[in-house]
């Protein structure tokens, strides 16, 4: 079957495009073979290639997941000078091709154990991409929908990835292949620097050109992605789960409420369908609800010396029924010594996230801070049994009203005055100072040591601080 595809400028098209999460069955064999059709899994199934002189060649595939946003192997766009062609994904459709370009890439890094010059890169890559080429409106956008899961020893998935075979007068010979085996491992924290995030093992045999193609189970939800394997298998499937951390440019209108999207926040508009039980905190982490099935693999997998031993759920439960209170005091109280003894550029730095001006905070002589409503939304992070009695406990908190007083010279106050005015409230103008108040709505993380033996916390110290954008601008009434 020949495709042919005129590429163009970014088509706005999609957005208009009907979207569709039809998944494909298939065989319970293994080994490996062709699709039925170039098409059988629609735009689902993105091959990866590069255009030039001689035509298309196809260095491997990825997972079309919402519109314009893809998952791919980190190492297959690797394959690309940073500063040369651009990677052009095509997805197959009966009697035609979309074509797509990238607007944004990302993938996470760690510093390596073995050398603090260089960086670990996740194999796993979020991508948002423009439409372009004709969009063939009369087909809808299929989409691989997610699942957030922990394939278990001996279930059985299948890979689907593209096979590149020659270039003909300038034609790019590919073929869909797809393989299936059954897990033989797992490894929740990274398999080596090779492999840095969670990922799994399979006795599946696949190819060249299938890295970053789809991994699915037997609902034909997308489990992972392939990032490599040996002649003959295993192969290594690295997990979905940290493309839901990542956040790139939206390549359609709804996505462009902010800056940058997640995943969850594709999600959230029907854009992306995704099964699994998660939880995302202000700072981005994630907390993944997996079945006991699950827990217990992931707990059977991390080698010994890798594991931190904690809090089960149900004593997790007991620390915020019993202490929830204490910890919601000595949180806020610790926020607001912590705040309250910053030093002036970096208080200016922490009321810069309220879009404040920058005149009008060189402006600020001094301020005081002060909680006035109290905690809310108090959360354990993690738990970390560091002696038999001794718990380390991560947790953060939302402090719904905090009040900051600042103080500006009479003539400043003046000068700026209106721009002040969009920021400030209960303007109080004495002694050649004006005082003013702003409100702000913050997360913060802290941590402390619990003695469970005595029933006692050592001092909280807050270690991160996430700023919740404005949602009025009156200060508190004050009786």
Known sequence: MS????????NPALADLELSWATVEFTAEDGIGPLRSLHEAGDALVAVGILDGDGATILGSGVMVGPGLLVTATHVLDEFPRHGRPPMFMTFLPGGARSWLPLDVIALSKPSEFDDQRRVV???????CALNSEAHANFPLMLAPMQIALPLIGERLWAIGFRHEAIEDRAALVTPLISSGLVTAAYPNGRGERMASPCIELNMDTVG??????VVNAAG????ILSSSFEGGPSYVTLIWEALRLRVKGAVPKLHAQETVSLLGAKALGLVKLKGDVHRNPWGDLTLNLSDEEKKFVAESVEESARRPGLNEDERERILDTWGSELETMGSEATIAALGSLPLPRMRGFLRAADIPEHCLAAILSFSVEDFEGVEDLELISTEIIEPDQIRIEYFFQLQTLVWTVEVSEDDYHRHGHDLGEHFTNVIEEGGVASMELVQRCYFKAVTVFDRGRGEFSDVSIISSAIRPPARRSAPNRR
């Not at 996740?122 to 948002?128: E, I, K, N, Q, R």
């Open 3 to 10: 495709h042919t595809v005129l590429i163009t400028s970014d």
């Open 209 to 214: 050109g299938m890295s970053g193609g789809a």
């Open 221 to 224: 939800y997308l489990v992972g």
């Open 122 to 128: 996740s194999d796993l890559s979020l991508v948002s």
